[in-house]
């Protein structure tokens, strides 16, 4: 869902800062950080019915499921987005507050607007997290 690319370097300390106080979501992907566009009623009704479908799954076994607003950080990509479905289940999540590292699931729900993006460089970022269970984009 990234919309605009706000062009002046942030560092991830300032950039989680930010994102606190900021009313207007931002991606971070290396010191360049994204406004969030507004989803479409498919796009939000698509996540929305996967998270409740996860949330049953998953319940008494520890795990917990997220929907948009909980950033995933990509230590070795020095990136946060803010996947439209994640799952994690790893007790060092419970560390952060305002981000996950070590989600086993992470669902993008694709538009045309946002496929490239998520299929490309986020897609190749996510692959450097290794407790994600594997998969693909399809």
Do not use: W
Not at 40 to 66: E, K, Q
Not at 77 to 96: E, H, K, L, Q
């Amino acid at each position: 869902m990234i919309a605009d690319k706000i062009t002046n370097y942030i560092s991830q300390e300032d950039y989680l800062s930010q994102e606190e106080e900021s009313p207007i979501k931002h991606e971070y992907s290396d010191g360049e950080i994204y406004a969030m566009a507004g989803a479409s009623d498919a796009h939000v009704t698509i996540a929305g019915n996967l998270f409740a479908l996860l949330i049953n799954h998953v319940r008494g076994t520890g795990c917990r499921v997220y929907m948009a607003d909980m950033k995933a950080y990509v230590e070795a990509a020095n990136s946060y987005y803010y996947p439209d479905v994640m799952v994690t289940g790893d007790a060092r999540d419970r560390d952060f507050k305002n981000y996950k590292k070590y989600p086993c699931l992470i669902v993008e729900v694709l538009s045309p607007k946002t496929e490239a993006f998520d299929r490309g460089n986020k897609f190749y970022d996510y692959q450097k997290l290794d407790t994600l269970v594997a998969g693909g984009a399809t």
